[in-house]
Structure formats: structure tokens, C-alpha cells
């Protein structure tokens, strides 16, 4: 197999889901291959700007309920997933990142080594649709190799 490691980026939707699938299957086959799913949590827009000498330092104030609904998203996500590994007798290693998906998807990628990035073609971003989003912002910069998954 030429991937040694191969990072997937999971959102709970269908493609994803499919990714997900489709990369277990792969480790069937190659064992010896590294797969790590992440989750990333898409932090809300509203941003406060915390005053201070420097103006660089952003700080993002949750409320709680928002906070805790999207700990119970990243959970149930990251969970089926998990799920989805042991039915299929797969080793996976789960992670889990707050912020913006594309960016932490290639920030992750790059600083793991990753030789691959599954990603759904189609995801359950904030207008319903993410190819023309962080599927496609990975795909133009990600140095490695990416597969998308519809």
C-alpha cells in the first residue's frame, strides 16, 4: 500500500459516513496501515476581541448551552464512528479539534504526517453543502494526496 497514514475527516453526514466506511475497509485489507478520524467542531461565528496592547488575540465566548450541544454533536459523531471500527475488528485513532474544518483538517495533516485525507464530498456545513467549502479548500491545499468520497 502506498499510504502509511491516512487521516479522515468525519462530519456525522452520509459522505462522511462513507468515508469513514470506505477507509475501515481499506485497513481490512492493509493492517498495516494508520487511520485516524478526526471530528472537527465548527466553533460559532461570534467572536469577541478581547481588548488588550494587542488587538491579534481573539477569544470566542460560548454560552453553555451551545457549548455543551456541541460536546453532544462531537460525541455521538465520534462515537457511531467508533462503533463502526469495532463492528468491523478495525484499530482506529479518534480526534477531535474545534475550529475552522479546513484549516484544522490540513493543520492535522500536516503536522501527523498524513500520506492521505479521506473527506466527504458532501457535508453538513452551516449552508447544508461543503464541497465548494472545506472539501475543496483541502483538496487546493493540502500538500498530500485527497480523496473525496461521494
Known sequence: MMFRRVLVATDGSPASDKAVE?????????PEVEVSI???????SKTLIEPSVEQSSKLVVLP????????????EIL??????????????????RVGDPASIIIEEAEKG??????????GLG???????????RVVNRFKGSVLIIR
Open 22 to 30: 470506505t477507509v475501515l475497509k481499506i485497513k481490512l485489507q492493509y
Open 38 to 44: 478526526l471530528h472537527v467542531s465548527e466553533a460559532p
Open 64 to 75: 453553555d448551552s451551545t457549548r455543551m450541544s456541541l460536546i453532544r454533536e462531537r460525541d
Open 79 to 96: 462515537e457511531k464512528t467508533r462503533i463502526m471500527a469495532e463492528e468491523m475488528g478495525v484499530k482506529v485513532r479518534l480526534l477531535s
Open 113 to 122: 504526517n498524513y500520506d492521505l485525507v479521506v473527506i466527504g464530498g458532501e
Open 126 to 136: 452551516k449552508s447544508g453543502r461543503i464541497l465548494g467549502g472545506v472539501a475543496s
